[in-house]
């Protein structure tokens, strides 16, 4: 079975500067996809970024980018110039290429971010 | 474009008493989840709709709970009856279809069972 690992339950950092949050996960899969969701006090899932596990650029949303190392079976989500409204839960997912679309999820870190 | 609806946004009852809520997708969505996310936990699949066809109920105790999606729209997840451990906050997601499309969340409904 697959699963998804955060090792940060929590984590801060100052205003504008850059932050890494650490994901692992485990599957025998070649195919699959990769997720970062923004959970705020609010409690709306939010995407923040996705990965195909197919394609070897990591990808990037504005101030969002992610190093996704396969072999390592790692994902980690960098986010810069960090602002007050990036304070929230984030969680790491997995989707399974053949699994119509369940998504395991990680336990999450929640992230502050400090004026 | 609106959002994934739920109701209600709170509920506390007491257990061994029914609960349900409501989830309207985002429209044109063809897939429907529902999640339940523990507190301290990620969320865990539940129970996913293709229309109004089941794809995927293998986590859902199905002793208490139920879902059904009718005419391939809204959805409804009832519990009866509830216990301490469905406290909970329960997660309507939707996408376009299954893999590979992003799936957008709701707002999401917090039980309290006392």
């Known amino acids: 079975a697959q699963t998804v690992t955060q090792s940060q339950p929590e984590m801060s950092v100052q205003e504008a500067e850059t932050v890494t949050l650490s994901c692992t996960y485990d599957?025998?899969?070649?195919?699959?996809?990769l997720f970062w969701y923004k959970q705020p006090p609010s409690r709306q899932m939010i995407l923040v970024i996705r990965?195909?596990?197919?394609?070897?650029q990591n990808a990037t949303e504005n101030r969002f980018s992610v190093n996704f190392q396969k072999a390592a079976k790692s994902f980690s989500l960098k986010i810069s110039d960090s602002q007050l409204g990036d304070t929230a839960m984030y969680f790491c997912?997995?989707?399974?290429?053949?699994?119509?679309?369940?998504?395991?999820f990680g336990k999450g870190t929640k992230l502050s971010v400090k004026p | 474009e609106a959002g994934v609806a739920q109701s209600p946004r709170y509920k506390i009852i007491e257990k061994r008493q029914s609960v349900a809520f409501w989830c309207n997708p985002i429209?044109?969505?063809?897939?429907l989840y529902w999640y339940q996310q523990i507190l301290g936990q990620g969320p865990k699949l539940l129970i996913q709709?293709?229309?109004?066809?089941?794809?995927?109920d293998s986590q859902l105790p199905k002793d208490r709970f139920s879902a059904e999606r009718l005419k391939g729209v809204d959805s409804t997840l009832k519990i009866q009856p509830a216990k301490l451990e469905d406290s909970a906050v329960y997660l309507c997601?939707?996408?376009?279809?299954?893999?590979?499309?992003?799936?957008?969340f709701g707002p999401g409904t917090r039980l309290l069972v006392l």
């Open positions: 709709f293709q229309n109004n066809g089941v794809v995927d």
């Open positions: 990965q195909e596990a197919y394609k070897q």
């Open positions: 997601a939707s996408s376009l279809d299954t893999v590979q499309e992003t799936q957008y």
């Open positions: 599957t025998s899969e070649n195919n699959y996809y």
């Open positions: 997912a997995f989707e399974d290429g053949g699994s119509q679309g369940n998504l395991i």
């Open positions: 429209s044109g969505h063809a897939t």
